[in-house]
């Protein structure tokens, strides 16, 4: 063990065997930036970890993988969020590492939480994708490569939207890629900005060509079937009656700029592992 510190990545999940290979890109990353660290992945999604588990693919819960780490004598450990937005899913996240924490009062001593006595000298949270302004932009940044050259060609990127109060965080995104690009703009599986905002937008502009590309960590079912699928209500095919449509399924994941962003939070949250 390195200091008996260990890092733990947190994500929504997927059962999909080639879109999980776009987080062995990151984790690759996390190894690189962290040598000799111990690494490991909990998916917060039950009914994902439960499909998985009948494979024979166990992955833990946040609250059970930080279990075992402490079980195994870590002491420190950086968890980081692989989400999004800062909705509830990171949230459900923060009460998990901030009841497992151990608090030092004013004059020393340890306070432990409802949960128990886990033994943990540190627990730090990374922070998801989009939480700062300065994230925002560069997202923005990151994305640029896959923007198309030609005015009559629109790249649409589509989220997995959020019931959250903050679905906003696409708002605003969408809003600054407008600001960046003449030709780009995000819309939500489920949520705002809909499928129909993203029609509005288009119909603004003389475009020919739309290019169909998932604000998603990665290609999952939602990018497959509800982006890129075959049935009639599919973004594809309800693009496809005004557009020439293409659809690119390349995860967030999958972008170097983009991996860059999580791994700089998790070294804003790993650098704290050496505080009280």
Not at 10 to 36: H, I, M, Y
Not at 67 to 77: I, N, P, S, W
Request: glycine share 6%.
């Amino acid at each position: 063990m390195a200091e008996n510190k260990a890092i733990l990545l947190v994500t929504f999940g997927t059962n999909v065997t080639r879109a999980a290979a776009s987080f062995n890109n990151l984790e690759n990353k996390v190894r690189e930036a962290f040598p000799g660290v111990e690494v490991r992945w909990s998916y917060t999604a039950k009914t994902i970890r439960s499909a998985l588990a009948k494979q024979g693919k166990a992955v833990d819960s946040p609250i059970t993988a930080l279990a075992k780490l402490q079980d195994e004598g870590y002491t420190r450990v950086a968890v980081q969020s692989v989400h999004i937005l800062p909705g509830q899913e990171f949230y459900d996240l923060v009460n998990v590492v901030d009841n497992m924490a151990r608090f030092h009062g004013s004059a020393g001593k340890h306070f432990q939480t409802r949960i128990g006595k886990f033994g943990f000298h540190k627990l730090t949270l990374g922070t998801p994708l989009l939480y700062k302004p300065a994230d925002y932009r560069a997202v923005v940044e990151a994305l640029k490569s896959y923007v198309p050259a030609d005015e009559d060609h629109a790249l649409v990127l589509v989220g997995h939207g959020s019931g959250h109060h903050t679905f906003s965080s696409y708002g605003c995104l969408n809003d600054m890629l407008r600001q960046s690009f003449e030709n780009v703009f995000l819309g939500t599986v489920e949520g705002y900005p809909s499928l129909d905002e993203v029609k509005s937008d288009l119909a603004r502009k003389n475009f020919h060509r739309v290019t169909l590309m998932p604000f998603m960590n990665i290609a999952g079912d939602h990018a497959i079937n509800d982006l890129a699928g075959d049935e009639p209500d599919s973004w594809k095919n309800e693009l496809a009656h005004r557009y020439t449509v293409f659809t690119d399924l390349t995860g967030l994941l999958d972008n170097e700029k983009i991996i860059e962003i999580y791994i700089k939070h998790l070294q804003e949250a790993f650098a704290k592992l050496d505080t009280d």
